[in-house]
């Protein structure tokens, strides 16, 4: 590897001040899964790492004011065994849970998985799905932006230079609501994802679909909930016909928003089999979650 | 930079570059080798080890990052008398040892597994060494080294 420079920062507000430290290119240094990886490439990445993995406060998960908070160092590992997010997001449990193998899960964080912002990236749709937003830390204050909005294409972010991703939060779903979340990848270990779907919905005393929500991944050049897929969803019996028109409408969008490519006729299948999955697997329980 | 961290149950003090793997100070600066380097990115597990009871990469672990933190190794896995453990001795006894590269990564997954799951499905144990590529034995003397180590502490347990 290249000459870069490590300095540890004492507090979040300590990390900022030292991504912004004149004269040096300074970025956050999280697992390093990702950026130890780019700085064998790309010496010239940056002068410094700035470590905010030692923070406790980044790695904290609290429930507060019917949201849930996620520090943005914490790994994946605890994310994925962390039972407030069990209990109030599966589908972000289940996404953490398909993350590489057991040594990236121990080291790469939710933060940093947001902050690289991959087309790939498995934790991006589950969040998505979860209507998470992301507080941003810069020397000017703090900012609360939605995810949709932060993630505006494949490795970008709207994140200003010198800026911390310090936290994301969700607001709980609705009680009764399920979530469920499906990866395509070559094998199922160290897989860098294919395609994957992230749901979640509610039906009503009558078993109508009261809530409905799709966000694909590694499928369009942004990551968004699919307005379409859950219109034709809402309002209706949750029955396999209305799993298949949910997957037609789905796959109709990816080729709208992505344009019909060369991975497309691979695509299109199993996207439309994922889709029918997720939906079965979000609406067709009798209990609850 | 000064490192200072806790490896293998002992104190140890080392001058390493900023840019340095924990995987390199480890093999040059420490002199244990019995951590490998495979891919070096992080695909293989060759570099396994555990950091505060937490199986990672050491190819993709700073060592600066270690600083005050406790590091187990290959190297601090056998009985005091320098023979090998239980589940290093099923290793050896079931033919899960062929060239031998992965086996340091392969018995760190594994203990990192039992610490956590005493009683691992075949399902579980596979999952557990998903990290950690074998291409020499096929992987089903592994599994079987690690669940024989799991049911003989088990039985050790209940004999106690």
């Known amino acids: ?289 | 930079m000064k490192l200072q961290f806790n490896l293998n149950g002992k104190l140890v003090e080392t001058e390493a570059s900023a840019d340095a793997t924990l995987l390199s100070v480890l093999r040059d600066n420490l002199g244990l080798t019995g951590t490998k380097e495979g891919c070096g990115v992080g695909e293989c597990g060759a570099c396994s080890v555990l950091l505060d009871g937490r199986l990672v990469n050491s190819c993709l672990t700073l060592a600066a990052q270690v600083n005050g933190h406790k590091v187990i190794t290959i190297e601090g896995m056998c009985l005091p008398d320098g023979s090998p453990n239980d589940l290093q001795q099923a290793f050896i006894e079931v033919g899960a040892v062929q060239c031998g590269f992965c086996t340091p990564g392969m018995v760190l997954a594994g203990e990192a597994l039992l610490a956590e799951n005493a009683r691992p499905s075949r399902l579980e144990i596979r999952t557990a060494i998903a990290g950690n590529l074998c291409r020499c034995t096929g992987y089903q003397q592994i599994v079987d080294a690690i669940q024989i180590t799991a049911q003989k502490r088990q039985e050790k347990k209940t004999d106690a």
Not at chain 1, 29 to 55: M, Y
Not at chain 1, 147 to 165: A, D, H, I, K, R
Not at chain 1, 195 to 224: H, M, Y
């Open chain 1, 1 to 289: 590897m290249h000459q870069f420079g490590y300095v540890q920062a004492a507090s979040v507000s300590d990390a900022v001040l030292l991504l912004n430290e004149p004269g040096l290119q300074s970025r956050p240094l999280a697992g390093g899964t990702d950026i130890l990886l780019q700085l064998k490439h790309e010496p010239q990445f940056c002068d410094r790492l700035v470590d905010i993995s030692q923070l406790t406060e980044l790695h904290r998960i609290e429930q507060r004011d019917g949201w849930v908070h996620i520090g943005a160092a914490a790994t994946f590992a605890e994310v994925l065994e962390n039972p407030i997010i069990s209990a109030t997001a599966p589908v972000l449990a289940q996404a953490c849970a398909t993350v590489g193998a057991t040594q990236i899960r121990n080291m790469g964080t939710l933060g940093g998985n947001v902050a690289n912002a991959a087309a790939c990236a498995d934790s991006l749709p589950a969040l998505i799905c979860l209507d998470a937003t992301a507080k941003i830390l810069t020397p000017a204050g703090e900012e609360e932006i939605p995810l949709s909005e932060f993630v505006t294409g494949p490795n970008c972010t709207s994140l200003p230079s010198g800026g911390l991703l310090v936290s994301l939060s969700y607001p709980i779903p609705e009680e009764g609501s399920r979530s469920a979340f499906l990866k395509l990848g070559r094998r199922n270990a160290m897989a860098i994802s294919r395609l994957t779907v992230a749901a979640l919905g509610r039906v009503d005393a009558q078993r109508v679909i009261t809530e409905a929500r799709l966000v694909t991944g590694s499928a369009t050049p942004r990551i968004e909930r699919l307005a379409a897929v859950e219109q034709t969803l809402v309002g209706k019996k949750p029955t396999a016909e209305l799993y298949r028109q949910a997957a037609a409408v789905t796959v109709d969008e990816m080729i709208r928003l992505a344009g019909y490519r060369w991975s497309s006729e691979f695509k299109v299948p199993a996207l439309t089999a994922m889709t029918e999955r997720v939906f079965a697997q979000v609406f067709d329980h009798k209990e609850v979650r």
